[in-house]
């Protein structure tokens, strides 16, 4: 059985840009939550993604968007890139609506 | 929506003494209370989690605790280890979809020998 796997570990870009996160989930769970770590901070929920389909979303704007693939890999997009969009930006994988959700290392965005 | 109140924010302890985190939720809606500890640089890991439909559970030297007519949950730490030494959070499920977490701001827990 394989733990939660994100992509890049580490990124650096400049305000306005655009980044692309990746998550694989862990093997048997369909169900992936993103969140956003900021320096000091509990992870806030940004949006959940089951069976290929959103399924909530938390106070963070349309800017931010994500994908979730047949086999449950996720991707978060954030356009127009920001300062306060630095973060460490998690993803957590379960199985179905109820499941204990087990994180991934994390993203470390860093927006210059 | 659901919010979550940690307390204290941070925690020094000696070797062996006990440890106690207090959480506050606010939605009598939230059913399901998970803890994690996040060691610095690492990934959160899930210590212990609670359901609605239990007042207490434990595992080894780790016991949570909840209270829903009050609306707050507990983690209590005993024989405490320098290896115990982490930023742990709170969370409740917010009820916003089917397993999003509310998480508090977290307690660092300093453990020294």
């Known amino acids: 059985e394989t733990g939660v796997t994100q992509s890049p570990t580490h990124l650096i870009k400049t305000r306005g840009q655009q980044v692309t996160l990746r998550c694989s989930s862990q093997?048997?769970?369909?169900?992936v939550s993103w969140y956003q770590q900021a320096l000091g901070q509990g992870p806030q929920f940004i949006f959940q993604y089951y069976r290929e389909e959103e399924n909530g979303r938390g106070n963070f704007p349309p800017r931010f968007s994500g994908l979730q693939f047949p086999n449950y890999s996720s991707e978060l997009n954030v356009n127009a890139l920001e300062l306060d969009d630095s973060a460490l930006y998690l993803c957590?994988?379960?199985?179905?609506?109820?499941?204990?959700?087990?994180f991934g290392a994390g993203t470390r965005l860093s927006v210059l | 929506g659901e919010n979550v109140e940690q307390h204290p924010s941070t925690l020094s302890v000696q070797e062996g003494d006990s440890a106690v985190i207090k959480c506050t939720y606010s939605?009598?809606?939230?059913?399901?209370f998970p803890w994690y500890k996040q060691e610095l640089g690492k990934r959160p890991q899930l210590i212990i989690d609670i359901r609605s439909n239990v007042g207490e559970k434990k595992d080894q030297r780790i016991a949570v605790t909840l209270n829903k007519t009050a609306k707050h949950f507990s983690l209590h730490i005993t024989e405490t280890q320098p290896e115990d030494s982490a930023v742990y959070f709170c969370a409740a499920d917010g009820n916003q979809a089917g397993t999003a977490l509310i998480f508090g701001k977290g307690t660092t827990l300093s453990v020294s020998s």
């Open positions: 093997s048997g769970h369909n169900t």
């Open positions: 939605d009598s809606a939230s059913n399901y």
């Open positions: 957590a994988s379960s199985f179905g609506t109820s499941g204990i959700q087990y």
